[in-house]
């Protein structure tokens, strides 16, 4: 078989943007070249791993010039760790970079006349900002570089072997995970937690999971805090086992400060819980958080914006854009657990949420007996099904929809049933601006954008959340 040409080197490149997805671009004679390992404003040396007519892909093999903006990353993980990809990029630069993303979204593909973009507003935490993470047990760790070439390591697997992880996958590689030592996205006792579990485990020779071979008995680990000061621990295993019980029991006495401790036992190909009994092993079955007084309850399988500070900030946005009276009827779509449809409803006549996973809306209708919120309506269901003729007959027609889609937007059948509706005003919360402007660009048929308000929750990542008012023409 032929061998393959190698892929050239290209010196002296100048990295000059970022990309959709938070990738490093430069120009070489009018090829795009996405650049792994660098900022913009380095100039580097690219080894090329891919390359098409329109677009190459390559590596910083070597730097010439380092970005006035660069800074040294807090994590011992940046750059082997698929996360924080920003993090040696200061954190005003982000800022900028994550505003213009969102104006590119709005012109290119939204195609909407808009008017002057609020600035961006910044996270107050840079780190430990992140009230959920899910981490992986793996036979099989990712060795890194330095690993592989000291030669006075050796590795064994096994109960108790030292390529035994507890971490996250390294991307796009299901079956590789990447042994975490310290994670700055969420604030003790997270780290504690995780590397207690990892001892325990290695020292009673608990079987972490092989993904390939589907056996082992630790599968994840997932740990959830909150503004009030409680912590969820949810410990996924395969099967039931007297040692699962012990880990459990051990985590109980360990950590007090542990307020909601949850088990599931898992024998699926996948990782995905929501279909599976979560037991409570001890304390309660929840956490809270809390805004303005008002509390929210926070089920093991309900959504809540991983951000707590700054989904503070985002629902006051929200709020504001829609201008209530106290008079106006509000729908508040992809609900979640109502946090915002309870949020807004001190200032409405009445809200009404609609949400796809039930027991997120058997949360959000706790959440407002807690607060003692009469005027909340909620149903389950999919929107597009539910959203129709008869549904506005018995809840009435809205003066405002607040709707806070997943990352894939809206369908196309829930825009057009907006338009149809036609409530007076529109507050698009979104965490992906190009799929917002997407359906923006429906919505412009009858709406013009009056506001526009960028939100970071995810500082050292190419995330931005966006925060629209639509009005009437």
Not at 204 to 210: A, G, I, T
Not at 416 to 442: E, F, H, W
Request: charged letters at 25%; aromatic letters at 8%; a neutral charge.
């Amino acid at each position: 078989m032929k061998n393959k040409k190698p892929l050239p080197l290209l010196p002296g490149v100048e990295v000059i943007d970022t990309g959709t997805e938070g990738q490093s671009v430069a120009k070489v004679n009018d090829l795009v070249v996405f650049v792994k390992g660098a900022i913009p404003g380095d100039i580097v040396d690219v080894q090329l791993t891919r390359k098409k007519s329109k677009f190459a892909e390559g590596e910083a093999v070597a730097f010439q010039h380092y970005s006035p903006t660069r800074v040294t990353p807090a994590c011992e993980h940046f750059g082997t760790c698929g996360g924080c990809k920003w993090q040696m990029m200061n954190y005003e630069t982000q800022l900028q970079f994550k505003q213009k993303q969102v104006l590119n979204a709005m012109v290119r593909i939204g195609k909407m006349e808009i008017p002057d973009m609020l600035p961006i507003l910044g996270s107050a935490k840079i780190y430990h900002y992140r009230n959920k993470l899910e981490f992986t047990f793996s036979d099989k760790k990712w060795l890194t570089k330095a690993e592989i070439n000291d030669p006075t390591l050796s590795f064994t697997q096994g109960p108790g072997g030292s390529r035994n992880a507890l971490g996250f996958h390294i991307p796009g590689l299901f079956d590789k995970v990447l042994d975490i030592q310290e994670c700055h996205l969420q604030a003790e006792p997270s780290n504690a937690i995780r590397n207690e579990v990892k001892r325990y485990a290695l020292q009673h020779e608990l079987s972490f999971y092989d993904i390939r071979e589907q056996q082992g008995l630790l599968r994840n680990l997932i740990i959830r805090t909150s503004s009030t000061g409680e912590v969820m621990v949810i410990v996924v295993l395969q099967t039931q086992t007297e040692s699962g019980d012990a880990l459990m029991e051990h985590l109980k006495t360990t950590f007090p400060e542990i307020t909601s401790l949850l088990y599931v036992i898992n024998p699926k190909r996948n990782d995905t819980i929501f279909d599976l009994d979560i037991k409570t092993y001890h304390g309660a079955g929840y956490i809270q958080e809390e805004m303005e007084g008002l509390k929210f309850r926070i089920s093991p399988k309900s959504f809540y914006q991983t951000n707590s500070a700054q989904a503070y900030e985002l629902y006051k946005i929200a709020r504001d854009f829609a201008g209530l009276t106290g008079k106006e009827l509000v729908y508040d779509l992809y609900t979640g657990t109502g946090t915002i449809a309870n949020f807004v409803a001190g200032n409405a006549l009445k809200v009404v949420g609609v949400e796809y996973v039930e027991v997120a809306i058997a949360d959000a209708r706790i959440n407002s007996e807690l607060n003692g919120l009469s005027n909340t309506r909620f149903y389950a269901g999919d929107m597009k099904d539910v959203l129709n003729d008869a549904f506005i007959e018995e809840n009435g027609h809205p003066q405002v929809i607040i709707t806070d889609p997943p990352r894939a937007g809206m369908h196309e059948a829930v825009v057009r049933k907006i338009l149809s509706i036609g409530p007076d005003k529109i507050v698009y919360v979104s965490c992906n601006p190009a799929t917002q402007a997407r359906d923006m660009a429906i919505l412009d048929e009858k709406y013009k954008v009056t506001r526009i308000q960028p939100v970071d929750m995810f500082p050292h990542t190419h995330h931005v959340e966006n925060v629209v008012l639509l009005e009437k023409k």
